[in-house]
């Protein structure tokens, strides 16, 4: 057992380092900074830098763009590109569905698909969640029904709703889980299908969510005809394609190296910040000690990760055990937007967005969203299979309950 | 022992309860704090008016009810659970306190236009670099002739945009966190030299940052005495912390009993979520913690009154409270799921509230410190 880079690693860190110093877009930096809402546009200039770069999608395999990275280098690329507040590449795409369809897709529909995913040509959307199934994702509603069209091609008819749908204004086109079965065990009856969103029959409504902010949608579907050769998999096992989806939405959700540069930024803000008695707040005793404890949580989840990814690398796949790495994970980013805005004192209070300009001076600027990261960011004990959930899947998988 | 309420007081609770059934339900709250001016003025003349509530704490030769701290628990743990934005808490409790208080000369015509609904008050107390120490000010109040000019910026000063009158935390001597030379000045917000900006604050409120530039003030501005104000300042803010408990109270009770209601209906793997044990038990401890609240908002309103015991009663309470705030809503919010997180669930709006409640006026931090110099510093 040892912790040390070799050489070669350090030779990568430092390249790696270069590259997002050099290539790192000015106008999505300038955004970042400003704390606002990215234009689809924005979104995705980055991912096309990595695109080019070929660095776009570490953990794919090599044949379809993979980097052929160690477990090392990946940690390495995932803790710099933290380092930096580099915009994480969306998910839906390239770590969601591409998987799904590397594993379970046919070889024309790989040659289709993924391609655009890795160039960023096309916006995906995940059309899982619906009103009444959540976390039992497995009762969905969404209706699927077979039927050969006037052109004697053979269509599925989708009616239905989706929620939560992450980012769906955006969309170009969605995966979806929908029920082809009525009649069958709820997971047994359920089909994975691409569906282009603008198909006739789709509309997309916001959702506002507590803080303000526009992210997630409601997706309803009203006779929309979806190709049959847009089905992954084979029809009535799509639960197989989405739990594997749902393996690696957890993997990453940890988000150690992100938490990592949070408590950076948690420790300036709190060094700048005064205490009651008019010392940095950082040095006011029940601040630092919450700030330590932070710290030596995100060390147990860091070294959790560690081992987990060691696992992976030596074969296994990600287990029931990534259930940890979500529930720690989320704990601890929780943990951190609550200290930062306990840091920031009166000026946490302060809803500046919508004041347009007229928010300069009315507090530090670090100060402002703090309040609606933390409302924003209970989502995350909710979302990907809610904490509940992932302990009833420890209970069950791991101990055997 | 008697933790029962009079007739009067059970009187007062039916006639804020029902006039916000009737008029403050949550779709009319959204309306009225999503566009200007954020308030709702004909409430406030209503609460004048019709229901005679802003003389609540006041003795019944100033025109008031004759009640005292359980009255105004009672207003604001009704005010809690109905998220009202009107400035009950600045004007009555902090403002109506600061002139029973200091025995200023017109204290008795000012609380007479707080009974009235037209005098309206908020408390310039925070300043950018105060944090919670209330002896941290740097607005400074300098003699001039028989009145006094006064300079500075003031933080966050909640119900600004609403306010007559600014009561003012100034320096007339010392150092910016000496204890002795702070003095309370009562200022008419129209005042040459004071300027405002003001915002919408995350739970639904406004406020504004306020600045003051040679503001030439009267004699008759001092409220209580010059440079020993911050004994004054500490009661008036712990009253205005007592009744706080009480609000949060009522925004506890509902994310509570809101979550169970929720749980109840919402129904994953064939049953309703409130039949598992797991969500039992959660909702369990908020319940615990709501219950613990109420208890510390009746000890701290009983022992408001008493000098000797009134400083710890308050930081213990405040802790209590601002624990029960964070827990109760978090958890409101993870039972209901992804609906919590919606902007068109009330859930949301109460957790918003409960939030802002766990650092106003001192933070549980704050407060577990004070708690601590005043009771185990005292024995060691």
Not at chain 1, 357 to 366: C, E, K, S, T
Not at chain 2, 22 to 50: I, L, N
Not at chain 2, 147 to 163: D, E, R, T
Not at chain 2, 208 to 216: A, G
């Amino acid at each position: 057992m040892n912790l040390d880079f070799t050489p070669e690693e350090n030779a990568f860190r430092d390249e790696v380092r270069a590259f997002i110093k050099d290539n790192y877009p000015a106008r999505l930096r300038a955004a970042q900074d400003e704390g606002r809402a990215l234009t689809k546009e924005e979104y995705l200039l980055w991912h096309k830098v990595l695109a080019k770069k070929g660095w776009l999608a570490p953990s794919w395999p090599v044949e379809h763009g993979g980097t052929g990275w160690t477990p090392t280098q990946k940690y390495i690329w995932s803790e710099e590109t933290a380092r930096a507040d580099c915009l994480a590449v969306l998910p839906f795409g390239v770590s969601m569905l591409a998987p799904v369809l590397y594993t379970f897709g046919t070889e024309e529909q790989k040659k289709r698909f993924l391609p655009d995913i890795y160039n960023g040509e096309v916006w995906w959307c995940q059309g899982y969640s619906e009103p009444g199934a959540g976390s039992d994702l497995a009762s969905l509603k969404c209706k699927a029904e077979r039927m050969t069209a006037d052109d004697g091609k053979e269509y599925y008819i989708v009616n239905g709703q989706k929620t939560w749908t992450t980012l769906g204004q955006h969309a170009d086109w969605g995966f979806f889980l929908v029920r082809t079965d009525p009649d069958s065990k709820p997971q047994s009856g359920i089909s994975f299908l691409l569906i282009d969103m603008k198909t006739p029959g789709i509309s997309v409504r916001p959702i506002i969510t507590l803080e303000g902010g526009h992210e997630v949608n409601d997706v309803f579907l009203d006779n929309v005809k979806v190709p049959v050769e847009n089905r992954i998999f084979h029809e009535n096992q799509g639960w197989t394609c989405a739990k594997a989806l749902l393996a690696h939405e957890r993997s990453g959700i940890a988000g150690v190296a992100r938490s990592k540069r949070n408590l950076e930024k948690l420790r300036t803000i709190a060094g700048t910040e005064r205490s009651d008695v008019g010392g940095s707040l950082i040095d006011e005793a029940f601040f630092k000690r919450k700030v330590a404890e932070l710290e030596i949580d995100l060390t147990a989840l860091e070294f959790t990760e560690l081992r987990t990814l060691a696992g992976e690398s030596s074969g296994k796949g990600p287990g029931p055990e990534s259930s940890i790495l979500k529930i720690k994970g989320t704990e601890i980013q929780q943990r951190l937007q609550e200290l930062a805005l306990e840091a920031v004192g009166h000026y946490g209070a302060p809803f500046l967005r919508d004041l347009q300009g007229n928010n300069l001076g009315i507090g530090p600027d670090y100060a402002d969203g703090l309040a609606g990261e933390m409302f924003n960011g209970r989502k995350t004990s909710i979302y990907g299979g809610s904490n509940e959930i992932q302990r009833n899947i420890i209970a069950k998988a791991v101990l055997g309950l | 022992m008697d933790f029962s309420f009079t007739e009067e007081q059970s009187m007062l609770r039916d006639t804020v309860a029902s006039y916000l059934a009737d008029h403050y339900d949550f779709d009319k709250r959204r309306a009225a704090v999503s566009k200007e001016p954020g308030w709702r003025p004909e409430v406030w003349k209503a609460f004048a008016e019709e229901l005679g509530i802003l003389g609540a704490p006041f003795s019944e030769d100033l025109g008031g009810l004759g009640g005292g701290p359980i009255d105004n628990m009672i207003v604001m743990e009704e005010f809690g659970k109905a998220l009202v934005v009107e400035p009950y808490l600045g004007t009555v409790v902090i403002g109506g306190g600061f002139l029973k208080h200091s025995g200023h000369a017109g204290a008795a015509d000012l609380i007479g236009g707080i009974i009235e609904g037209k005098n309206l008050f908020a408390f310039a107390q925070a300043e950018p670099q105060s944090r919670y120490n209330l002896a941290s000010v740097a607005t400074t109040a300098k003699k001039d002739g028989a009145g006094w000019i006064l300079n500075g910026h003031k933080a966050v000063v909640m119900g600004a945009p609403f306010a007559t009158h600014l009561f003012v935390t100034a320096r007339t001597s010392g150092a910016e966190r000496d204890a002795g030379g702070i003095s309370v000045f009562l200022v008419d917000k129209a005042a040459k030299g004071v300027t405002t900006r003001d915002y919408p604050t995350v739970d639904g409120n406004r406020a504004s940052e306020v600045y003051f530039e040679n503001v030439s003030v009267g004699a008759d501005a001092l409220i209580g005495t010059a440079d020993n104000g911050l004994p004054l300042v500490e009661k008036v803010v712990d009253e205005t912390i007592a009744a706080m408990c009480a609000e949060a109270c009522g925004v506890l009770s509902k994310l509570h009993t809101g979550t169970v209601e929720y749980t109840k209906q919402r129904k994953q793997f064939g049953a309703p979520i409130s039949s598992f044990q797991v969500l039992q038990h959660r909702m369990v401890d908020m319940f615990i913690n709501v219950e613990q609240a109420i208890s510390m908002t009746y000890m701290a309103n009983i022992k408001v009154t008493d000098e000797a015991e009134r400083a710890k009663a308050i930081s213990a309470a405040k802790v209590q409270i601002g624990k029960a705030c964070r827990f109760v809503g978090q958890n409101a919010i993870q039972l209901h799921g992804g609906m919590g997180m919606t902007d068109e669930m009330a859930i949301g709006h109460y957790f918003k509230r409960a939030t802002m409640i766990e650092s106003a006026f001192g933070s549980v931090d704050h407060h577990l410190a004070r708690y601590e110099r005043l009771s185990l510093g005292k024995a060691a």
